[in-house]
C-alpha cells in the first residue's frame, strides 16, 4: 500500500517543529509521503502576536523549542525539489500548517484547529481568557467539512504559558499524527467534535489573566507557609464503606452514604487504593507518601471486621511507586504498580501474598505512563494508561496495549494515542461491569490533578478499534472540604475511594454522620 501523498501548505515555505515532527514520523513509518510545498505569503504580524511575544518576555523563559519556526524546504528536500522543478506528482490531500484551510483552491485539505484558529495563537487566546483549549484536524472538500480528530489537552496548574505551550504543542503533533496515520490507514474517524472557539484577545482580557495569575502566585506562596518541608502539595486519605447496593459498580447514580474514613499521619497520605479479595478477606493496596524517602511506597491493611489492620509497606523501589493494580491470572496474583519514574511499566508477582513480592516482568519499556489498569477480555489482555513525556503532565493522552498472555508481548494499539482529553483520559481504577455494560473509571482533571472522577462507558474494544461515550461525574461533594476523587476500587463487599484536602489545615475534616475516623500508626 502506498503512502499518502501530502502537499503543505505554508506561510513562506515556514513550518513549526512541531508540524515538522508528526510529518517526519508518519514518512518514516511509511504512512506518508510529504510530495510538494506551496508557499503563500509571511504570516501575518498582528497586535496579538505582539502580545504573545510580550507574555513570554514577562515570563523570563524560552518559548518551547517545538514552536520554533524551520524552513520546510530543508526539512522535506525531496518535495523542495519537485516544486522547484514545478513537476505536478498526484497529491492524495493538502495538509495547511498554519494557514486557514479554506485557501485550499477546491483541493481536499487538512487543517489543525486550535480553539477555533487555524495556527497556536488559539492557544494563546484561550490562555488568556482563561477557559479550555480545544484542538480538532478537520477534512475540508468540496462535499463539505468533517472533523477526524479531537482533543482537550492539559492546561499545567501553575499556569504558565511556557508550560501550557510545552503540553499543547505536543498533543497538537500526536493528533495531527495519529489523524493522518489513520486516514492513510483508512479507519474511520472515532467521533469528534470541533470544540469550543476562544475569541480574540482584548486588553481587558489581558489585564483579567494577569489578575488571576496574581491571585494563583498568591495562593501557592500561602500554601507553601502554611505546610512544613518535605510535606505533599495536598493530603490524601481514603474512604471505604461495606453497603454493596450503594457501591459505584452497582449503581446508577452515585450515592454518598455510608463511607468511613482513613486518615494518614500528618506529613503523609494515602491513595490509588486498590481492593482485591483472598480467602474470604478484603485486602487493600495503596500509595503511601512517605516524607522521610520523599517518594511514594505500596503499602497494604486487611478489613477487620468494621476496621483495618495497620497499614505496612509492601513494595519498595528507589523511585516513586504508587497506583498499586492487583489482579489475578493463571493461578497467581499479580501488581502492576505505577513506574513512570523508572520509565517503564513493571509487573510483580506475590510470593507469599499480601507481603512479598517479586519483580516479574517489564510489560512496557522506555516509556513515561501512569496508572496502568490491566483487563482480560474477549480471550484476551488490555492493558490502558496515560503516556506523556519528562515534564509535562500526564492527564490528557490514554494510551492502549494489548497481548495474549499477562507475560506479553504486549503491543501498541494502532490507533494510539485512542484518546487526548483531560476531562476523562487518566485511568481511575478496575475497569467494571454494569448491567452488562463495560464501565472504565477515570480521572477528571482539567479544573486540578485528581479533581473529581469520570465514568466512561466502553462501546468498542478491538485492536483496530476504540471508543467510550462519558456517562457520569462524580465530584468530591460528598464529604465537606474534600477537594478531590481519583480512583475506585471494589470487591463483593468493600469499597474504596479516595479524597484529598489543602496540605497545611489545622484541623482535619468536619465530623461526617456515622464515620468511622481511623488514625493509621506513623
Same mark, same amino acid.
Given at each position: 500500500?502506498? !503512502?499518502?501523498?501530502?502537499?503543505?501548505?505554508?506561510?513562506?515555505?515556514?513550518?513549526?517543529?512541531?508540524?515538522?515532527?508528526?510529518?517526519?514520523?508518519?514518512?518514516?513509518?511509511?504512512?506518508?509521503? @510529504?510530495?510538494?510545498?506551496?508557499?503563500?505569503?509571511?504570516?501575518?504580524?498582528?497586535?496579538?502576536?505582539?502580545?504573545?511575544?510580550?507574555?513570554?518576555?514577562?515570563?523570563?523563559?524560552?518559548?518551547?523549542?517545538?514552536?520554533?519556526?524551520?524552513?520546510?524546504?530543508?526539512?522535506?528536500?525531496?518535495?523542495?525539489?519537485?516544486? +522547484?522543478?514545478?513537476?505536478?506528482? !498526484?497529491?492524495?490531500? $493538502?495538509?495547511?500548517?498554519?494557514?486557514?484551510?479554506?485557501?485550499?483552491?477546491?483541493?481536499?485539505?487538512?487543517?489543525?484547529?486550535?480553539?477555533?484558529?487555524?495556527?497556536?495563537?488559539?492557544?494563546?487566546?484561550?490562555? #488568556?481568557?482563561?477557559?479550555?483549549?480545544?484542538?480538532?484536524?478537520?477534512?475540508?472538500?468540496?462535499?463539505?467539512?468533517?472533523?477526524?480528530?479531537?482533543?482537550?489537552?492539559?492546561?499545567?496548574?501553575?499556569?504558565?504559558? &511556557?508550560?501550557?505551550?510545552?503540553?499543547?504543542?505536543?498533543?497538537?503533533?500526536?493528533?495531527?499524527?495519529? =489523524? *493522518?496515520?489513520?486516514? =492513510?490507514?483508512?479507519?474511520?474517524?472515532? +467521533?469528534?467534535?470541533?470544540?469550543?472557539?476562544?475569541?480574540? @484577545?482584548?486588553?481587558? +482580557? +489581558?489585564?483579567?489573566?494577569?489578575?488571576?495569575?496574581?491571585?494563583?502566585? #498568591?495562593?501557592?506562596? *500561602?500554601?507553601?507557609?502554611?505546610?512544613?518541608?518535605?510535606?505533599?502539595?495536598?493530603?490524601?486519605?481514603?474512604? %471505604?464503606?461495606?453497603? &454493596?447496593?450503594?457501591?459505584?459498580?452497582?449503581?446508577?447514580?452515585?450515592?454518598?452514604?455510608?463511607?468511613?474514613?482513613?486518615?494518614?499521619?500528618?506529613?503523609?497520605?494515602?491513595?490509588?487504593?486498590?481492593?482485591?479479595?483472598?480467602?474470604?478477606?478484603?485486602?487493600?493496596?495503596?500509595?503511601?507518601?512517605?516524607?522521610?524517602?520523599?517518594?511514594?511506597? $505500596?503499602?497494604?491493611?486487611?478489613?477487620?471486621?468494621?476496621?483495618?489492620?495497620?497499614?505496612?509497606?509492601?513494595? /519498595?523501589?528507589? %523511585?516513586?511507586?504508587?497506583?498499586?493494580?492487583?489482579?489475578?491470572?493463571?493461578?497467581? $496474583?499479580? #501488581? @502492576?504498580?505505577?513506574?513512570?519514574?523508572?520509565?517503564?511499566?513493571?509487573? %510483580?508477582?506475590?510470593?507469599?501474598?499480601?507481603?512479598?513480592? /517479586?519483580?516479574?516482568?517489564?510489560?512496557?519499556?522506555?516509556?513515561?505512563?501512569?496508572? =496502568?489498569t490491566v483487563l482480560e477480555a474477549d480471550g484476551g489482555w488490555w492493558m490502558f494508561a496515560v503516556v506523556g513525556e519528562?515534564?509535562?503532565?500526564?492527564?490528557?493522552?490514554?494510551?492502549?496495549?494489548?497481548?495474549?498472555?499477562?507475560?506479553?508481548?504486549?503491543?501498541?494499539?494502532?490507533?494510539?494515542?485512542?484518546?487526548?482529553?483531560?476531562?476523562?483520559?487518566?485511568?481511575?481504577? &478496575?475497569?467494571?461491569?454494569?448491567?452488562?455494560?463495560?464501565?472504565?473509571?477515570?480521572?477528571?482533571? &482539567?479544573?486540578?490533578?485528581?479533581?473529581?472522577?469520570?465514568?466512561?462507558?466502553?462501546?468498542?474494544?478491538?485492536?483496530?478499534?476504540?471508543?467510550?461515550?462519558? @456517562?457520569?461525574?462524580? *465530584?468530591?461533594?460528598?464529604?465537606?472540604?474534600? *477537594?478531590?476523587?481519583h480512583t475506585v476500587s471494589s470487591s463483593r463487599g468493600l469499597e474504596v475511594i479516595d479524597g484529598k484536602m489543602p496540605?497545611?489545615?489545622?484541623?482535619?475534616?468536619?465530623?461526617?454522620?456515622?464515620?468511622?475516623? $481511623?488514625?493509621?500508626?506513623?
Amino acid at each position: 500500500m502506498r !503512502p499518502l501523498a501530502v502537499a503543505l501548505l505554508t506561510h513562506d515555505y515556514t513550518l513549526k517543529r512541531w508540524e515538522i515532527d508528526a510529518l517526519q514520523r508518519l514518512e518514516s513509518a511509511g504512512a506518508v509521503a @510529504v510530495a510538494a510545498l506551496i508557499a503563500l505569503g509571511p504570516r501575518p504580524r498582528t497586535l496579538e502576536r505582539a502580545w504573545l511575544g510580550a507574555q513570554q518576555a514577562l515570563e523570563g523563559r524560552d518559548p518551547d523549542p517545538l514552536a520554533d519556526s524551520l524552513d520546510a524546504r530543508a526539512a522535506f528536500p525531496l518535495a523542495a525539489a519537485a516544486t +522547484a522543478a514545478a513537476r505536478e506528482d !498526484p497529491i492524495d490531500v $493538502i495538509v495547511a500548517c498554519g494557514v486557514d484551510p479554506s485557501a485550499r483552491g477546491g483541493r481536499d485539505t487538512i487543517g489543525l484547529s486550535f480553539g477555533g484558529a487555524a495556527d497556536d495563537i488559539g492557544l494563546f487566546r484561550a490562555y #488568556m481568557h482563561g477557559m479550555p483549549l480545544d484542538l480538532a484536524v478537520t477534512l475540508g472538500s468540496e462535499r463539505g467539512e468533517r472533523v477526524l480528530a479531537s482533543a482537550r489537552p492539559a492546561f499545567p496548574e501553575r499556569g504558565l504559558l &511556557s508550560e501550557v505551550q510545552q503540553n499543547v504543542l505536543r498533543r497538537a503533533s500526536a493528533l495531527l499524527e495519529k =489523524a *493522518l496515520r489513520e486516514l =492513510a490507514d483508512d479507519l474511520p474517524p472515532i +467521533a469528534a467534535s470541533a470544540g469550543a472557539t476562544a475569541p480574540p @484577545v482584548t486588553l481587558a +482580557a +489581558a489585564c483579567r489573566n494577569g489578575s488571576r495569575k496574581a491571585g494563583r502566585v #498568591m495562593q501557592r506562596a *500561602l500554601r507553601r507557609l502554611r505546610q512544613g518541608a518535605g510535606d505533599p502539595d495536598d493530603n490524601w486519605f481514603l474512604a %471505604y464503606r461495606t453497603n &454493596s447496593d450503594a457501591f459505584v459498580c452497582n449503581s446508577e447514580r452515585f450515592r454518598a452514604d455510608g463511607y468511613r474514613l482513613i486518615l494518614p499521619p500528618p506529613g503523609r497520605f494515602y491513595a490509588d487504593p486498590c481492593v482485591i479479595e483472598h480467602e474470604g478477606e478484603d485486602h487493600v493496596f495503596f500509595e503511601e507518601w512517605r516524607p522521610d524517602l520523599a517518594r511514594g511506597v $505500596i503499602s497494604w491493611m486487611r478489613r477487620d471486621g468494621d476496621r483495618f489492620t495497620p497499614p505496612e509497606p509492601v513494595l /519498595e523501589r528507589p %523511585y516513586h511507586l504508587s497506583y498499586p493494580f492487583v489482579f489475578r491470572a493463571g493461578g497467581d $496474583i499479580f #501488581m @502492576v504498580p505505577e513506574t513512570g519514574h523508572a520509565n517503564r511499566i513493571e509487573m %510483580y508477582r506475590a510470593v507469599e501474598f499480601p507481603q512479598r513480592w /517479586e519483580p516479574a516482568q517489564i510489560l512496557v519499556d522506555g516509556i513515561a505512563a501512569a496508572d =496502568a489498569t490491566v483487563l482480560e477480555a474477549d480471550g484476551g489482555w488490555w492493558m490502558f494508561a496515560v503516556v506523556g513525556e519528562a515534564g509535562v503532565p500526564k492527564c490528557d493522552q490514554l494510551w492502549i496495549f494489548h497481548a495474549d498472555a499477562v507475560g506479553g508481548p504486549w503491543r501498541p494499539h494502532v490507533r494510539n494515542p485512542v484518546k487526548i482529553d483531560v476531562r476523562s483520559a487518566r485511568p481511575a481504577g &478496575s475497569l467494571f461491569r454494569r448491567g452488562g455494560k463495560l464501565i472504565r473509571p477515570t480521572q477528571d482533571c &482539567s479544573a486540578t490533578y485528581g479533581g473529581a472522577l469520570t465514568l466512561c462507558e466502553v462501546t468498542r474494544l478491538t485492536r483496530r478499534d476504540y471508543a467510550e461515550v462519558e @456517562v457520569e461525574t462524580l *465530584l468530591p461533594g460528598w464529604l465537606p472540604s474534600n *477537594l478531590g476523587f481519583h480512583t475506585v476500587s471494589s470487591s463483593r463487599g468493600l469499597e474504596v475511594i479516595d479524597g484529598k484536602m489543602p496540605s497545611g489545615k489545622e484541623s482535619r475534616f468536619p465530623a461526617l454522620e456515622g464515620a468511622l475516623y $481511623i488514625e493509621a500508626p506513623a
